[in-house]
């Protein structure tokens, strides 16, 4: 977590988030008021939180790895705009005049560590070349479209990331992905697949692109497939910047 | 920076990095061996780290934001294995042999908050679905590479993130990027710009796709380009995740 991270949970009188990451971080919040709520209850969260925010109180929602990055941050600034409700940055706060009260709130986005960077450090450096992030979770987005992003970012040989690739209800989306991957490229690419980065349950291992169906993975599960430069060196997956293309890296 | 950065700064014998790096950490590291080199030094950094570990000594490495991102890990992996030094992750650490020693080093890579998330919590929630991450810079990929790479984004509506924008010797790119893109997305699509994200000179801009080229860009730039769903509201850039197209996020 980052000092800012720690800092904000420290001062604000709510707490809003999902039980699983509020108890994460329960130690240090224990004297806040603390909404907890199941799965796919994000609206009721959020809305909890802003009817919180307009009472004049401060409250922070809590989401794992980075807000910003398949969590919660989009969906405050979505119910803001769709209630009319006026929000300013944080460093706006001293240019607040006086009759600016009423429906106007501050907010702010604390960045954090997305599973993209913890799990690819538990590789090594997959992701130090371009790459593109993918959900495949259609419950929000058309598989259609999701089908159209894998086969450009593996036409375009971009490394690629895929965030939920299955869940107990959806089952068959990792295996399509595979398959429009493997049009694309080798067999034995690498495949780096890390669930439950930095947590107890930790696993992370490396597959060929050609076994990536046998893989477990779950929702936990961030899934690194590699561009045709990457490649696996001992227990890492590597991507390289191109500095052994243009320099000698032996010297 | 996060807990397990700060704890591997206090414990290691020496650091090495980019002297304006090393410069933001000075206090923290005051009492150790430094080896800190101008820009462009990148491999010398490495093999002085390499050398400094193989004595036996611990030794960190510093980038800013991600060490995986457009930075240093991945030339750490090329080095040793262009070397042949046999390398294990520190998780392994306890089943280490004796006979293990010699050119054997433990390598750990500590993630970071990268410049795609610091920039995006500055402008709202632009990542929140799917997106690419494209560096401008040729230096180490051929041009025709990052060309297709920004159309593939670009066709498939990716959220399209851009790393190194414009040095002081590479001007055109971004002007480039921004043409491709705009045979494919509206000229009022919002693009993020954000300059030296969470330091003293940070600066957050929202600019209409169409006037791109006009914007104030430099090496620490982070460009931001929506996809067709992406839009502003007030002072901030949001990709929604589509929740409000299934369910009605006014109750």
């Not at 960045?111 to 090594?124: D, F, V």
């Given at each position: 977590m980052s000092k800012r991270a720690h800092d904000v949970l420290e001062t604000v009188d709510t707490v809003v988030g999902y039980t699983t990451y509020v108890n994460l971080i329960r130690s240090l919040i224990k004297d806040k008021h603390i909404v907890s709520t199941t799965m796919k209850k994000e609206i009721e969260r959020v809305e909890a939180a802003i009817d919180i925010a307009l009472e004049g109180k401060s409250c922070a929602i809590v989401s794992s790895g980075d807000p910003g990055i398949y969590a919660m941050s989009s969906l405050v600034f979505e119910m803001c705009k769709a209630k009319d409700i006026v929000i300013i940055p944080p460093v706006s706060a001293g240019k607040m005049k006086n009759e600016d009260s009423g429906t106007l709130l501050q907010?702010?986005?604390?960045?954090?560590?997305?599973?993209?960077?913890?799990?690819?450090?538990?590789?090594?450096?997959?992701?130090?070349h371009d790459f593109a992030v993918i959900s495949l979770s259609d419950l929000l987005t058309p598989w259609e479209l999701i089908e159209r992003r894998i086969e450009a970012a593996a036409e375009a040989d971009f490394v690629i990331v895929l965030y939920n690739p299955k869940s107990k209800k959806r089952n068959w989306q990792l295996e399509s992905a595979q398959k429009i991957i493997l049009n694309h490229r080798d067999r034995n690419t690498p495949v780096g697949i890390v669930t439950s980065a930095m947590r107890e349950e930790q696993k992370v291992k490396i597959f060929p692109l050609g076994n990536l169906h046998t893989a477990p993975v779950n929702m936990q599960t961030t899934v690194f497939i590699g561009s045709s430069a990457s490649a696996q060196y001992l227990d890492f997956m590597v991507t390289p910047r191109g500095y052994s293309k243009k320099y000698s890296v032996v010297s």
């Open positions: 907010v702010e986005v604390v960045p954090g560590i997305p599973a993209l960077c913890s799990g690819a450090s538990l590789l090594g450096a997959p992701l130090s």
